[in-house]
């Protein structure tokens, strides 16, 4: 859980798109909320998804996937936010 936590510590956007991800979104619609490019957005959910904080809930749909928060990352996010406290 230490490295998992240190990992989401080190990026502020990460923690913000674990955040935003209590419903399903697409990296379009993350990049929007949080102002940044959809490609940097792409790229963080793919690094979250290796690590199981976030899931693509529709991988075969290659023009609009969805993402949400899954229970490791609302727990990763919550663990953090207790720490910084």
């Known amino acids: 859980m ?6 989401l510590s080190r990026s502020r956007k990460k923690r913000e798109i674990i955040k935003i991800l ?4 697409t990296p379009t619609q993350i990049g929007k909320s949080l102002k940044i ?15 199981k904080f976030v899931k693509c809930l529709n991988q075969s749909d290659r023009m609009a996937r969805y993402y949400q928060a ?10 953090l936010e ?4």
Not at 22 to 25: E, G, L, Q, R, V
């Open 2 to 7: 230490i490295r998992e936590v240190a990992y």
């Open 22 to 25: 209590d419903k399903p979104k």
């Open 37 to 51: 490019s959809r490609s940097s957005a792409s790229q963080m959910l793919l690094a979250m998804e290796k690590k």
């Open 70 to 79: 899954t229970e490791k990352g609302l727990k990763v996010l919550k663990e």
């Open 82 to 85: 207790e720490i910084e406290k």
